[in-house]
């Protein structure tokens, strides 16, 4: 485990318990598939904290593995499941620092506010082919904005796009201090 990354997530999450539970990010409500019942299809929220973007897949008729590192955020997804009666979000506490992604598992994975750049190549292959990746955090303008903010987890301007440059874009926008893509991965053999 990345002990540090946890201890301080966990500190996080732990003072910001009393706060209101956070909504569904707007982006997955535009660009999330509608599941076939009869097929059922799995999620992957990475990096999800509080699991406000699983729960939300999980409405919707997906199977969503929600991955943190932060075992206190993971409660408070599990006493909001409960809360709402959701059953299909499976809560891993996995550090990230040494992932273990199944290839072709995920028909959607959506990743928000988190960089690691060494997920990238995992990130493409757990991808089933025709299935899409929902991505939004910041670049380095956010600088600007928190000039403290640890620049190894901001992107640079240009690069997220770079990572699914062979994909299906269906949105890429990065005009201020935020980049956020939707693109879907070609399907098998093309
Ligand atoms: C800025 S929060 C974003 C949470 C969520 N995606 C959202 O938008 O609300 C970053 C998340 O990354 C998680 N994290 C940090 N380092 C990690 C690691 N090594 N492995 C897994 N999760 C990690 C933290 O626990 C935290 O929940």
């Given at each position: 485990m990345a002990a540090q990354d946890r201890i301080r997530w966990d500190q996080i999450y732990r003072e910001r318990a009393d706060r209101p539970y956070p909504e569904?990010?707007?982006?997955?409500?535009?660009?999330?598939?509608?599941?076939?019942p009869e097929r059922?299809?799995?999620?992957?929220?990475?990096?999800?904290?509080?699991?406000?973007n699983a729960l939300?897949?999980?409405?919707?008729?997906?199977?969503?593995?929600?991955?943190?590192?932060?075992?206190?955020a993971l409660l408070r997804a599990q006493e909001e499941m409960r809360r709402r009666g959701l059953r299909r979000v499976n809560l891993l506490q996995v550090d990230l620092d040494q992932p273990h992604l199944e290839a072709d598992a995920y028909a959607?994975?959506?990743?928000?506010?988190?960089?690691?750049?060494?997920l990238f190549p995992l990130l493409r292959a757990t991808i089933q082919p025709g299935g899409r990746i929902i991505y939004e955090t910041f670049n380095r303008r956010y600088l600007q904005i928190l000039p403290a903010f640890?620049?190894?987890?901001?992107?640079?301007?240009?690069?997220?796009?770079?990572?699914?440059?062979?994909?299906?874009?269906?949105?890429y926008q990065e005009d201020d201090h935020i980049?956020?893509?939707?693109?879907?991965?070609?399907?098998?053999?093309?």
């Open positions: 569904p990010h707007p982006l997955l409500f535009e660009f999330t598939p509608p599941v076939d059922g299809l799995r999620a992957l929220d990475l990096a999800g904290g509080l699991g406000q939300w897949l999980s409405t919707q008729g997906y199977e969503v593995d929600l991955m943190d590192i932060s075992r206190t959607l994975v959506c990743v928000f506010r988190f960089l690691k750049r060494e640890n620049p190894q987890h901001l992107l640079e301007v240009g690069e997220l796009v770079g990572y699914f440059a062979d994909w299906k874009l269906l949105l980049a956020q893509l939707v693109a879907i991965k070609p399907p098998a053999g093309g």
